[in-house]
């Protein structure tokens, strides 16, 4: 038995720990509710039983300096990247990060590697000595213990994992760093080997689906969708911001030749749960056995159609939602062009194959999307472009605003090109983001977290020709300041390509076409299910949001033209009426949503 006063070491490291992770997620730790300190203080007695439980089986070896060393360059790797994933999203990782891992691993490796820096290397380092030295001085003050004493604290140690095992996956982010790590590996690997798919593989299924049979008739215009990545409206100059970040952009808004929508809205912060809504008009958590824009424009319209996007898709299934009635489908893996940029070739390389596209086409009408990912982080721009916003260091707003610039350049080529085909009178061109993207706003970067304006406030902007009625560009028009979504743009395609009746469509739950009056006070819903579990609304100037953790519920609710910062949150100031008039508001989309979404 060893003595009381030589014995304090083996509970340093623990300690640490727990000191650590409080300093360093104060801000979060400082607000969660009476069971959140509840649980956080029961990490003490967790992070005691497992770490003196995993000293007294290296006591047991006869390699202790090694395996010292090996858990405590263990313990410094996860720490290092548990506190990364925090600072960058404002969460531990939970099982939806590990989904990620697993589902795109070639993302998540760029990732790392562009994040990486020299004093990484020399905090790792320092770290791994200083635990490892711990860790043996610990295991060597335990050495003679008895068998018996490191069972009873081994049994100890599963008692309270049997108590996290039933909470930690209901209020994860209350929990300090070890269980909820282990746990969040706990219930990804169950899930994955036990249980149904997360995210529904990778949140897009095959989707079978039956179309109304009508005559075809050929449309007046192509339309062609230009669909960017993680571009926020924000850095945009022709949406007012300070740099010249879109002067071809600019130059056609001063032509008149572009239809601005001010207030346009993305439904969620993820490209697979954002464009599977924008391509068929339906919001839902899962991927309908509905036609898509494709579809009824190949089968009422009799269209060429063709997909050109820069990213990788068949890692995360993206290809499901584009799996029918393409002509053309490239990609990154389908383009023999390597990889560039976070999991896509480079964007320059989008316009020589879209002209080989054209050349195909011949006089038929097309309908197509051409992908960007340029924008999306690490912000890659060409070496061989003078896009000199300075310094252009990694995760800079310098480089998102590059790659903007270079962006804007690309889109200008594409203009040139359907010019010299001829077919640019020809073509109406829409212009979005499937996304927003944060720097630092809320306490978070990048996007998959939150429904504040960064990530959810995108561009919208629709090129019409010189032949397009002035009638139908003056409809356009009316609703350029009204609250608009991705669930919009279905719609609105179809009146394009021709379908009068697009509103009346059995497939439509609640976006309108832009062609048609909007009523101005109609709710816009949204959800982020990825880092974080929130849905929301928009109405008016008002933003309302729910973020569930576990049981318990966070609400805010924002005036985003008196405060565009959503800094002050108006729910405390509410009557109670007024938070149960919006609670229901919320509830009516949430079970609109649950019908579509049982259904299929």
Partial sequence: MIRPKTSYIIYLLPALFYLTDFLIRWKFLS??????????????????????????????????????????????????????????FGVLPNNYSLWFLANQFVNTISLLLNSIEWWHFIVL???????????????????????????????????????????????????????????????????????????????????????????????????LI?????LRKKNLHCYGYERETTPF?????????????????????????????????????????????????????????????????????????????????????????????DMAFNDNELLPTFKNELSKIKKNKFFGIIGFNNTHYPYTTSAMSNLEFNPSTLRSVNAYDNT?????????????????????????????????????????????KSLYEEEINIPLLIYTPTSFPKKLKERLMQNIYTNTSHLDIFPTVLEFLGNSDSIKLKYLQTGNSLLQPINKQRNIPMFVLDISNSEGLIEGNFKYI?????????????????????????????????KSDWINKLEKIRIARLTIDNEN
């Fill in 404 to 448: 903007i610039l270079e962006q804007d350049e690309i889109i200008k080529k594409i203009f040139i090109t359907l010019e010299q085909n001829k077919l640019l009178d020809s073509t109406i061109i829409i212009f979005t983001s499937d996304h927003g993207e944060a720097f630092g706003e809320h306490n978070h970067s990048g996007h998959l």
């Fill in 226 to 230: 230009l669909l960017s990545e993680s």
């Fill in 125 to 223: 380092v320092f770290l791994t000595i200083f635990y490892g030295l711990i860790i043996l001085k610990s295991v060597r003050k335990i050495t003679n213990w008895k068998f018996r004493k490191g069972l009873v604290l081994i049994i100890a140690s599963f008692v309270v994992i049997l108590f996290f095992n039933n909470n930690v996956k209901f209020y994860t982010q209350s929990y300090s760093v070890t269980p909820a790590t282990i746990f969040a590996i706990k219930y990804f690997t169950s899930e994955l080997f036990f249980g149904k798919s997360i995210l529904g593989n990778s949140g897009f299924i095959q989707r079978n689906f039956d179309i109304e049979e009508k005559i075809i008739i050929p449309p007046k215009y192509n339309v």
């Fill in 249 to 341: 952009l600019d130059s056609l808004l001063k032509e008149n030749k572009l239809i601005k929508f001010e207030n346009h809205t993305s439904n969620a912060v993820s490209t697979q749960f954002s464009v599977p809504i924008m391509m068929s008009g339906i919001f839902s958590f899962r991927k309908v056995n509905t036609p898509y824009l494709q579809d009824f424009s190949k089968h009422w319209f009799g269209t060429t159609n063709f997909l050109i996007s820069s990213q990788l898709m068949a890692r995360n299934s993206i290809e499901k939602v584009y799996n029918t009635s393409f002509d053309t489908f490239i990609c990154q893996e389908r383009s023999g062009l390597p990889i560039y940029n």
């Fill in 546 to 578: 729910e973020t569930k953790d576990g049981s318990h519920i966070s609400q805010e609710l924002f005036n985003t033209k008196s405060d565009p910062k959503e800094l002050n949150n108006l729910w405390k100031k509410l009557t109670q009426k007024e």
């Fill in 31 to 88: 607000l969660i509710d009476s069971k959140g300190i509840l649980n956080f203080s029961i990490s003490i007695i967790f992070e005691l039983a497992f770490y003196i439980s995993i000293f007294f089986l290296i006591s047991r070896t006869s390699y202790q300096k090694l395996l010292s060393i090996s858990f405590g360059l263990m313990i410094a790797l996860l720490q290092l990247i548990v506190y990364s994933h925090y600072l960058y």
